[in-house]
């Protein structure tokens, strides 16, 4: 008999370690023993759906070679996908005050632009980062620009590349960009509105693991990777912050959420350059970010 969602089945100590254990490896997301009951009732959703009955048997399961997919569904099952438009507005504002000036310069002179939201969940960072990007250069279409929008989740991925928000997400907007860049639309039952067709070819949208290989094949000018890190362990953040810098392009700028910051044993050569806003140097010293 399998269980009912009035009759949600309890995490022992030991299972609730070997569901952390698989989602450190799998995402470097880390549970600390005060999250037992957040995992335990996300993950009984796994076992009613999967109509298994014990948090053991899942684990199981979700290790063998038949379980990979379900490991990607117990991921996303795990982490929180809350996203605004235009949240942090200050790096926006830094986009259009000190980035886009020097980048659109040298795209109008047939140079190559690329922007990367990294952990880009339903999709309304890379799209304000479209509709800063058009607001500031309406011709930015038809030159050599991209945003890559990546996240972990295939859910959220799908639901992004939609790019349909029910209407209260409108009130994110100013009047402006929703006249410029929204159109109303439906889905299903659902009434809101839908980024317009120009503002959502301006992003492509793939599913990435960020602890995986990153198959690009060239640099970054800018990165968002806000608010993803502070669910990592200080040694996962170590060595995600190299990586980071190796594909940022010199001059190229790093966003990060309001609550993280570089370790103070970090050698880096990223400097400060606004609230929570990065640039890498073009020189080759480096320095320790306090």
Known sequence: MTQSASHAITMSDREFQAISDIAYKEAGLVFMPEKVSLVQSRINRRLRQLKINSFSDYTAFVQSEQGIAERKAMISSLTTNVSNFFRESHHFDILKEKVFPNLLSRAHAGGRVRLWSAGCSTGQEPYSIAMTLLDFAPDAPTMDIKILATDIDPNVI????????ETGALNELCESFQDQFTETAENGRKSGFRMTPVIRSMVSFRELNLLSQWPFSGNFDVTFCRNVVIYFDEATQMSLWP???????????????????????????????????????????????K
């Open 243 to 289: 990586r980071f810098e190796s594909v940022t392009a010199p001059d190229g700028w790093l966003f990060l959420g309001h609550s993280e910051r570089f370790s103070e044993r970090l050698e880096t050569k990223f400097v400060t350059n606004g609230a929570t806003a990065y640039q890498r140097a073009a020189h080759t010293d480096t320095r320790n970010l």
């Open 158 to 165: 799908s639901t992004a590349k939609q790019g349909f928000y």
